[in-house]
């Protein structure tokens, strides 16, 4: 698995190179596997199914080269000319790569069989992380007088993260297993700094979200606080952002938590939280990060990695030549799925907070047929079934 024990996990006293460090002894890849990987280190594979997986990679690849890197072309507008209309499109951008986070999340904690566990606990912290840090980027869009458009940001499986950020990291939908956690969960959280993730330079999400910072202080805009939501989500409250000092505080909450950290574990482990990089980073190490006199290790108590249900990887283009039965969970969880997104483009469009509350709650019903799923296996012993997480559009009329 890549795992080097002896090396520590931060170096000592230099910023730079403990997140250097940090990235080496979790295992970061220098060339992130796809689900092609995945399926073949949990289940049997064939070579059709490989080569089909392989071919979906360098798809995405390709695409967030050619068409998706709309963070590199917001990056290279000069800072003088980053106004309100720049802001607007950036906190669109934000919108979808927030959401992108949640699916592989969900997948993962859903497929914990104790929701109990040490490890369902981490994760399922993080996915209202995640939630709130959505929710904090879309009343930021409203507040500089835009208009979250989420249903239509939702990404497809497997895929590149929007806006051509870390190119190279192809995320997939599967059931939590330790390849998974390293080369989804803990490549989409790598920490600020370089990782040579893939042979061709990208923007990276810390690198985004203070350019957001520095545009908000340049511009200086009037902040509307009509159509913002006030929500408690998970344990967090999302509150309108009023003055500047809300931004910024907003945006460094998304960053310490998160993508594109750059706070030493000293610090995001100050309130026993620590940054979703680290608590990956124990998953798959399946030890706590300590501090020794080498620098940062995973050498505290044991994470153990819990019993999980083998959710195999969502093929490209979905699963195909289903059961009636298993086709009629597939439409039951992407009809939720879709009156979820349905919701929250409503509540910020005038909905509230009452329309969100309803949205969440929808949320919390996509876990049974997404189990029912994971519990169903796949024709050929490769595993079981899992949700696709797909975006039903509604038919005009």
């Given at each position: 698995?890549?795992?080097?024990?002896?090396?520590?996990?931060?170096?000592?006293?230099?910023?730079?190179?403990?997140?250097?460090?940090?990235?080496?002894?979790a295992?970061?890849?220098?060339?992130?596997?796809?689900p092609?990987?995945?399926?073949?280190?949990?289940?049997?594979v064939?070579?059709?199914?490989?080569?089909?997986?392989?071919?979906?990679?360098?798809?995405?690849?390709?695409?967030?080269?050619?068409?998706?890197?709309?963070?590199?072309?917001?990056?290279?507008?000069?800072?003088?000319?980053?106004?309100?209309?720049?802001?607007?499109?950036?906190?669109?951008?934000?919108?979808?790569?927030?959401?992108?986070?949640?699916?592989?999340?969900?997948?993962?904690?859903?497929?914990?069989?104790?929701?109990?566990?040490?490890?369902?606990?981490?994760?399922?912290?993080?996915?209202?992380?995640?939630?709130?840090?959505?929710?904090?980027?879309?009343?930021?869009?409203?507040?500089?007088?835009?208009?979250?458009?989420?249903?239509?940001?939702?990404?497809?499986?497997?895929?590149?993260?929007?806006?051509?950020?870390?190119?190279?990291?192809n995320v997939?939908?599967?059931?939590?297993?330790?390849?998974?956690?390293?080369?989804?969960?803990?490549?989409?959280?790598a920490?600020?700094?370089?990782?040579?993730?893939?042979?061709?330079?990208?923007?990276?999400?810390?690198?985004?979200?203070?350019?957001?910072?520095g545009?908000?202080?340049?511009?200086?805009?009037?902040?509307?606080?009509?159509?913002?939501?006030?929500?408690?989500i998970?344990?967090d409250?999302?509150?309108?952002?009023?003055?500047?000092?809300?931004?910024?505080?907003?945006?460094?909450?998304?960053r310490?938590?998160?993508?594109?950290?750059?706070?030493?574990?000293?610090?995001?482990?100050?309130?026993?939280?620590?940054?979703?990089?680290?608590?990956f980073?124990?998953?798959?190490?399946?030890?706590?990060?300590?501090?020794?006199?080498d620098?940062?290790?995973?050498?505290?108590?044991?994470?153990?990695?819990?019993?999980?249900?083998?959710?195999?990887?969502?093929?490209?283009?979905?699963?195909?030549?289903?059961?009636?039965?298993?086709?009629?969970?597939?439409?039951?969880?992407?009809?939720?799925?879709?009156?979820?997104?349905?919701?929250?483009?409503?509540?910020?469009?005038?909905?509230?907070?009452?329309t969100?509350?309803?949205?969440?709650?929808?949320?919390?019903?996509?876990?049974?047929?997404?189990?029912?799923?994971?519990?169903?296996?796949?024709?050929?012993?490769?595993?079981?079934?899992?949700?696709?997480?797909?975006?039903?559009?509604?038919?005009?009329?």
């Open positions: 698995m890549g795992e080097e024990p002896d090396e520590p996990a931060v170096a000592p006293f230099k910023r730079r190179r403990f997140l250097a460090s940090a990235a080496v002894a295992g970061a890849p220098t060339a992130v596997a796809g092609a990987q995945a399926a073949a280190s949990q289940t049997d064939t070579a059709a199914d490989v080569a089909a997986a392989e071919v979906a990679a360098a798809q995405a690849t390709s695409q967030a080269a050619a068409g998706l890197g709309s963070v590199a072309r917001l990056m290279a507008v000069p800072e003088d000319s980053r106004g309100v209309a720049w802001l607007r499109s950036a906190l669109q951008v934000a919108v979808g790569l927030e959401l992108a986070t949640i699916p592989p999340y969900l997948c993962g904690w859903w497929s914990v069989k104790d929701q109990r566990s040490e490890v369902a606990r981490m994760i399922r912290r993080i996915v209202g992380d995640e939630m709130y840090h959505l929710g904090i980027v879309c009343n930021l869009l409203v507040a500089v007088g835009g208009r979250p458009q989420i249903k239509a940001a939702a990404p497809v499986y497997p895929g590149p993260l929007p806006g051509g950020v870390r190119a190279g990291v997939y939908l599967s059931g939590l297993t330790r390849p998974f956690v390293r080369d989804v969960m803990m490549a989409i959280e920490p600020e700094v370089s990782l040579a993730r893939s042979v061709q330079p990208s923007p990276t999400v810390g690198e985004f979200y203070e350019g957001m910072i545009a908000f202080r340049a511009v200086r805009p009037n902040l509307a606080t009509r159509g913002q939501v006030t929500q408690h998970d344990t409250e999302l509150r309108p952002v009023r003055t500047l000092d809300d931004v910024e505080h907003a945006i460094e909450i998304i310490e938590q998160g993508e594109g950290t750059e706070s030493s574990p000293t610090d995001s482990f100050s309130d026993d939280r620590p940054a979703h990089y680290y608590a980073g124990e998953i798959y190490h399946g030890r706590e990060l300590r501090e020794t006199d620098g940062w290790r995973y050498v505290g108590p044991p994470v153990p990695f819990p019993d999980v249900r083998p959710m195999a990887p969502v093929p490209v283009g979905g699963w195909r030549n289903t059961s009636a039965h298993v086709g009629g969970l597939l439409f039951r969880f992407d009809a939720m799925y879709s009156t979820v997104l349905d919701s929250l483009d409503a509540a910020w469009a005038g909905g509230g907070h009452r969100l509350g309803a949205g969440i709650r929808t949320m919390r019903g996509l876990e049974k047929p997404a189990v029912e799923l994971m519990e169903t296996p796949v024709p050929g012993g490769r595993g079981t079934y899992g949700p696709q997480f797909r975006a039903l559009r509604r038919p005009r009329r």
